[in-house]
Structures are given as structure tokens and as C-alpha cells.
């Protein structure tokens, strides 16, 4: 069964001046070993699409004009809200763009992973390295454990330490580390990762990259990786889609979209990544090759 | 324009009981750079190894352990608040984090007009000439004027960014403080802002102290690079000379990181379907 499928969804926000439709007609299918990276303009629906997987985009604000998500054959915007709450951090990870819904400034950040651990761990005390019907004792040690244990895998260093610190006391990579380690403490079926390694150095993303991608490896999940880094994408995604104004322009193989984009808009990206060669003033950007479509 | 000299910043460790205290955190360790009038000056390191708290230490939102900073010759440390407030309108900072630090209760059009606001008495302006500048400036980085009414919850990162770098902007500072300022853009819009801030410098001779983890981005706009490791500087000097022969090691170990664009260079490209 398809892992995640994404069909023709239409996803309108409203404010102020009244309703924009923003995802016009997404179709996106992930299956279990797949890294799909998902890059393109900023402001196109990429983050909206990724927190519907979700289901977290309040209904107060974003209304669905068509379109279903199914994960394992379940329509996610059909589910009940208890069933959302059971597949959230536990078969959906979910690590945000904006740290702030995920990090509560008041609690130490040990507090925190644990309780995310926890929570997976009371669904199936496996992902805990426990034997099913583990007493509740056994949990909270388990834990404890895993917490710092994944503190330290995504380079947090003295993590047994720095546990105990708030979320204001670590720099902004810290942080997002923290979320990534939030998002697979529960050994997620499916792994939604927005902009996971921008706050991070090159070589602590590398890292974060190689962790990744043996979860893949390891449990066989999918995941779907939402980046404007086509360095990040071209390393360790399998699959790309290319997103502008709320389409998918272009979609495939890495290594055919990356090596022979089809797409002008996809080719302009790529155009605008600065290299060694290129003289400060000349980097093109976009340069009206799109024209205005709205 | 600016000289940083043996700055040292240590965070007090946690309270154990009544009266002790844990070991402090030595987030800058004797750090010493010099920033040239008009240039660009970059820097990169590992996450956490103190690049914000730098920039906390210019702006005097930290206070330092050791060491001074001077800013045209005068140490920051010394300096009487209504000059600090004067030099806080020459001196304006692109925050790292998008999300944070921009106020969720203001319009967009008060974020970005609010400098000119607090330094009326320097940029005197009406509020019309406010909002006109304010228009502007929007457009600049690529927003609309439809956008000026409207909250920072209905933003994207990238667009909450551009704000940010809009409200930096506006009160035409002439020394520019960017953490991270185009993480969270597409690489078109990156290259659109890049130029931006390269024609401003042109035209207005403003300086730039840009931290990215981007070393393309790093080698693309700036003149001068330093690199920093664990609250140490490990090297600086001009662009062309560290990105073509560093001598750290640290410094090379980011150089060869640097991921590749084409995906026959990965890593991992044996996973998965393909
Ligand atoms: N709560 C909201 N109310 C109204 N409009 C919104 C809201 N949230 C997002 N939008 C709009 O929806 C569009 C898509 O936003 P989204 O956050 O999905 O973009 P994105 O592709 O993730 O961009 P980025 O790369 O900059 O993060 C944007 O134009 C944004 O202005
Ligand atoms: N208020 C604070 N109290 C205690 N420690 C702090 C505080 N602020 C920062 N630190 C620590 O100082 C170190 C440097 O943090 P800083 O934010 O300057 O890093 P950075 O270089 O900007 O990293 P990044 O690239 O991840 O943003 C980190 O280890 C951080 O945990
Ligand atoms: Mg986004
Ligand atoms: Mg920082």
C-alpha cells in the first residue's frame, strides 16, 4: 500500500481581505524507502501542504476545496481528531519550520523530549527498546534514556548536561536539532521534515543528513523533505517535486530532474546557486523567465 | 569601523542549591576581528559556537566577560544610553530566527515602520511618508503592497524574513548585522536579495557582518571571512584566500562538507529506488 498519497489537493487560507486559494491541485505520492524533497518559491504551499499530512492546519483559517491525503489508505482529513492525535509523533513525524510551535519556552528541553518519548512509548513501548506491556516504571526510565540518546546523536554535545537547559540557553541550531530529535524519538512511519538543516553548519547537516537517511535504510519509512537546499536534495533525496504558486511544476528521479530539468523555472533555480565562478552582482535569480501566471 | 578585541562571554552554569553554581559556559573565547568601512565581512562555524552571541555582544543585548568592542574608535561598554540609542539607528540587525522576532500582534506594515518610529527625532518623517517608505521597502524584497496589512502568522518563512530585512533596512543604517538572512529563501529570491544588499553597498557604502551557513553564499558577497569553532576563532583573511587555501582544519573539514548540487556526488546515492 502507497505510504502517503496526496491527491488533488486544493487548499484555500482565509485572512483578512477575504479567501486566496494557495495549493491548486496537488498530486503527490510517497512510498516506504522514498526521500522526496520538496523545493521551489518561497510562499508556494510548501509548508501548508506538509502540515496538512498533518492535519494541523487550523479549520478556522484553511479550508480544503478538494482533494484527499491518504496515509495507509486512510484519508487523513476525514480521520477523527483522536485518531490524528494517535498518528501524530508517533506514525507521522513532523519536524516544523517554525521552532516555536514545537519548543515551549517555559520547560527544559529534557522535559520535553521526554514527554514526546513517552507518548510514543505508551502506543509501543518498542521504540523504547522495550518488550511490549512494559510497566509504566520501565517507560519513564526507557525514556530518560532515549531522550539524551537522541540529544546526543544529532551532536548535541554534553547532552546529559544540556538536557536540563531551556530552550532560550541553545543557539538556533540546537534548537532545530532538538525538533529533529523530537520527530524521530517515535520511529515514524512517515517523516515530514520542513527545512530541517537550515540553522545548521555543513558538517553538522551531513550528520543530520546520514541519520536520516539510515532511518530510511533501517525501518524501510518514507519521507518526504521540505528544502531549499538543492545541495541537501541532490545528496540524499531519491525523488524531487518542484513547486510554484501552489503547483507542482516538475517532478522525478533526483538524478533526472537535478541533471536535465525540464522545467525553465527548475533550470532558473539552479542557475541561481552561487559558485565559485560567479561575480558579485551577477547571480541572475529568476530574471523574468516566469511569467506572471496569476 | 568596527574592531572587536579579546572578547570573552561566559553564561553563569545552572543554580545546584542555595549557593552553588555549575560551571559556566564559555560561549566566545578570546575573539579578535576587524571590520572594514564598506566591506562585507563573513562569519561562519559550527552551530553553537557563539556567532549570535557576537552579534548580542555588538549590540550590547550582552554584556561581555572580557575584552572590548569599539565601533568607530568608542567602546560600546562606555558609551552613555542616548549615544547608545543614536548609534542603535546606524547600527541595525537581520534577527536568525524568522519566526521569533517579528511581534504576532503588529501589522506588517508596523513592524517594518517601527524604527522609523523609535528614531523619529533622527529620520523625522510624517506617517505617510512613513508608510510611503514602508511601501517601498516592501517591494524591494520582493513583497506587496497587499501584504502591508497584514499579520506575520499568514507569512511563509521566506516572507517573514524579507520583513525582517525590510525593517532593518528602512531607517537607511550604514552598518548591517545579518544572522542567517536568507536561510529560509528559495535560491532565486536568495539571489534577488543578495543583489539587493550588493547594490546598496554600491550605492550607500553600507557594511555588512554576515553570519550564514551558506559558504556559497559566504564566498558569493563577501570580501573578508572568519571562521569560528567552539567560541575560538580558528582563522580569518580575505575570501579568495581561506575558501582556496585554508590552512585550519576545521576550516577545511566545512570546505569539503559542502554538499553538491549534482546528485552523481552524494554520499548516499545508493539508497532507496534508486
Ligand atoms: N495563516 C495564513 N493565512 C493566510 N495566508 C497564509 C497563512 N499561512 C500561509 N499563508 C500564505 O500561503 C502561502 C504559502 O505558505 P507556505 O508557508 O506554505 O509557503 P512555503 O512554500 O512553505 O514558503 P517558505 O519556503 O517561504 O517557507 C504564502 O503565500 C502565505 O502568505
Ligand atoms: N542565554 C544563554 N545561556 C546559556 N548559554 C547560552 C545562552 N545563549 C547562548 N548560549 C550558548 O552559547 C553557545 C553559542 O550560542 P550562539 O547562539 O551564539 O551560537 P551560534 O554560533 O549562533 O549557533 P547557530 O549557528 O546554531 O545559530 C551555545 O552553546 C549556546 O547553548
Ligand atoms: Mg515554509
Ligand atoms: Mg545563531
Given at each position: 500500500m502507497t505510504l502517503l498519497d496526496i491527491k488533488n489537493l486544493n487548499l484555500s487560507m482565509r485572512s483578512f481581505e477575504g479567501e486566496t486559494q494557495i495549493l491548486h491541485g496537488i498530486d503527490l505520492k510517497v512510498e516506504r524507502g522514498e526521500i522526496w524533497g520538496m523545493v521551489g518559491e518561497t510562499g508556494s504551499g510548501k509548508s501548508l501542504t506538509g502540515l496538512s499530512v498533518s492535519r494541523l492546519i487550523p479549520p478556522a483559517t484553511g479550508r480544503y476545496l478538494a482533494g484527499s491525503i491518504e496515509f495507509e489508505g486512510r484519508d487523513v482529513l476525514k480521520a477523527g481528531e483522536k485518531e490524528m492525535r494517535a498518528l501524530r509523533g508517533r506514525k507521522i513525524g513532523m519536524i516544523f519550520q517554525d521552532p516555536t510551535t514545537n519548543l515551549n519556552p517555559v520547560f527544559r528541553?529534557?522535559?520535553?523530549?521526554?514527554?514526546?518519548?513517552?507518548?510514543?512509548?505508551?502506543a509501543d513501548p518498542t521504540v523504547?527498546?522495550?518488550?511490549?506491556?512494559?510497566?509504566?516504571?520501565?517507560?519513564?526510565?526507557?525514556?530518560?534514556?532515549?531522550a539524551v540518546e537522541m540529544l546526543?546523536?544529532?551532536?548535541?554535545?554534553?547532552?546529559?548536561?544540556?538536557?536540563?537547559?531551556?530552550?532560550?540557553?541553545?543557539?538556533?541550531?540546537?534548537?532545530?536539532?532538538?525538533?529533529?530529535?523530537?520527530?524521530?524519538?517515535?520511529?515514524?512511519?512517515?517523516?515530514?521534515?520542513?527545512?530541517?538543516?537550515?540553522?545548521?553548519?555543513?558538517s553538522v547537516q551531513a550528520q543530520i543528513l546520514k541519520l536520516i537517511h539510515d532511518l530510511v535504510a533501517e525501518r524501510n519509512i518514507g519521507v518526504l523533505m521540505i528544502t531549499h537546499n538543492l545541495g541537501v536534495v541532490a545528496q540524499i533525496c531519491s525523488h524531487v517535486a518542484v513547486m510554484y504558486r501552489g503547483r507542482i511544476l516538475e517532478?522525478?528521479?533526483?538524478?533526472?530532474?537535478?541533471?536535465?530539468?525540464?522545467?525553465?523555472?527548475t533550470q532558473a533555480l539552479l542557475n541561481s546557486i552561487p559558485t565559485a565562478h560567479t561575480k558579485r552582482g551577477e547571480l541572475r535569480g529568476l530574471g523574468g523567465v516566469m511569467p506572471e501566471v496569476q | 569601523m568596527l574592531e572587536i578585541n579579546n572578547v570573552s562571554k561566559i553564561f553563569p552554569g545552572q543554580r545546584k542549591g542555595?549557593?552553588?553554581?555549575?560551571?559556566?559556559?564559555?560561549?566566545?573565547?578570546?575573539?579578535s576581528l576587524r571590520v572594514t568601512r564598506g566591506k562585507s565581512f563573513g562569519l561562519v562555524g559550527e552551530s553553537g559556537?557563539?556567532?549570535?552571541?557576537?552579534?548580542?555582544?555588538?549590540?550590547?543585548?550582552?554584556?561581555?566577560t572580557s575584552g572590548n568592542i569599539l565601533y568607530e574608535g568608542a567602546d560600546i561598554a562606555r558609551l552613555a544610553p542616548a549615544e547608545m540609542r543614536r548609534l542603535r539607528a546606524r547600527l541595525q540587525i537581520v534577527f536568525q530566527d524568522p519566526y521569533a522576532s517579528l511581534d504576532p500582534r503588529m501589522t506588517i506594515h508596523d513592524i517594518v515602520a517601527e524604527p522609523l518610529v523609535i528614531h523619529r527625532d533622527i529620520v523625522p518623517m510624517t506617517s505617510r511618508q512613513r508608510t510611503e517608505r514602508v511601501l517601498e521597502l516592501l517591494l524591494q524584497v520582493g513583497l506587496r503592497a497587499e501584504h502591508l496589512f497584514r499579520y506575520p502568522h499568514e507569512f511563509s518563512g521566506g516572507q517573514r524574513q524579507r520583513i525582517g530585512i525590510a525593517r532593518a533596512l528602512a531607517v537607511k543604517p550604514?552598518?548591517?548585522?545579518?544572522?542567517?538572512?536568507?536561510?529560509?529563501?528559495?535560491?532565486?529570491?536568495?539571489?534577488?536579495?543578495?543583489?539587493?544588499?550588493?547594490?546598496?553597498?554600491?550605492?550607500?557604502?553600507?557594511?555588512?557582518?554576515?553570519?550564514?551557513?551558506?559558504?556559497?553564499?559566504?564566498?558569493y558577497i563577501c570580501d573578508d571571512v572568519a571562521v569560528i569553532y567552539r567560541g575560538k576563532l580558528v582563522e580569518s583573511g580575505p575570501v579568495a584566500d581561506i575558501f582556496e587555501r585554508p590552512t585550519n582544519e576545521y576550516t577545511r573539514m566545512l570546505l569539503n562538507a559542502m554538499p553538491d548540487p549534482d546528485p552523481d556526488r552524494s554520499p548516499f546515492r545508493t539508497v532507496a529506488s534508486v
Open positions: 528541553i529534557g522535559t520535553q523530549l521526554v514527554d514526546v518519548a513517552l507518548h510514543a512509548g505508551h523504547l527498546g522495550l518488550e511490549p506491556g512494559a510497566s509504566s516504571r520501565d517507560l519513564k526510565k526507557a525514556a530518560k534514556r532515549v546526543d546523536k544529532v551532536g548535541i554535545p554534553k547532552a546529559a548536561e544540556r538536557i536540563h537547559d531551556y530552550p532560550h540557553q541553545f543557539s538556533g541550531g540546537m534548537r532545530q536539532r532538538v525538533l529533529i530529535a523530537m520527530a524521530m524519538i517515535g520511529k515514524p512511519d512517515l517523516l515530514i521534515a520542513d527545512e530541517p538543516t537550515t540553522a545548521l553548519d555543513v517532478r522525478g528521479l533526483v538524478t533526472d530532474v537535478l541533471k536535465k530539468p525540464s522545467h525553465v523555472y | 542555595l549557593f552553588g553554581q555549575a560551571e559556566g559556559f564559555k560561549a566566545l573565547d578570546d575573539v559556537s557563539g556567532k549570535t552571541t557576537l552579534t548580542r555582544c555588538i549590540l550590547k543585548l550582552e554584556t561581555l550604514e552598518f548591517l548585522i545579518l544572522d542567517e538572512p536568507t536561510s529560509a529563501l528559495d535560491v532565486s529570491v536568495q539571489a534577488d536579495v543578495l543583489n539587493l544588499l550588493h547594490r546598496l553597498q554600491e550605492e550607500l557604502g553600507l557594511t555588512y557582518f554576515f553570519i550564514s551557513h551558506d559558504l556559497g553564499v559566504i564566498r
